[in-house]
């Protein structure tokens, strides 16, 4: 079965630092995409950050260019989302969420799957609060 596991989440103050993982299993990263969402209460869940592993594209949005990245652990079939700089807009719960790939390019993965969660596998999220 595919499934994607979230960790590492947790409480820092304004200006610190989280890394997210997200361990897979039941695919591998050679036919599969994976990317982060957020969704903080009352607002919509959005796409953070996607990679395709496989050739190495990106995608972020904008609140976080230059302040996040995302990387891949192929032999661990691991990906990381390291989040520098955090400000109390990051607060939200992030889940991972993995998609056969080469269905549309990341941008328009990001919109549409924060709209139409059902194309995905989705964890079950864990819990990044910032404080000022």
């Known amino acids: 079965d595919v499934q994607v596991v979230e960790s590492g989440g947790g409480s820092v103050q304004a200006g610190g630092s989280l890394r997210l993982s997200c361990a897979a299993s039941g695919f591998t990263f050679d036919t599969y995409d994976i990317g982060w969402f957020r969704q903080a209460p009352g607002k919509r869940r959005e796409g953070v950050s996607l990679v395709s592993c496989n050739d190495g594209t990106t995608y972020f949005t904008d609140a976080v260019k230059g302040r996040f990245t995302i990387s891949c652990d192929s032999a661990k079939n691991t990906v990381y989302l390291q989040m520098n700089s955090l400000k109390p807009e990051d607060t939200a719960v992030y889940y991972c969420?993995?998609?056969?790939?080469?269905?549309?390019?990341?941008?328009?993965?990001?919109?549409?799957?924060?709209?139409?969660?059902?194309?995905?596998?989705w964890g079950q999220g864990t819990q990044v609060t910032v404080s000022s």
């Open positions: 969420a993995t998609w056969h790939s080469g269905l549309f390019n990341l941008s328009t993965l990001a919109t549409m799957l924060s709209r139409t969660p059902d194309f995905a596998y």
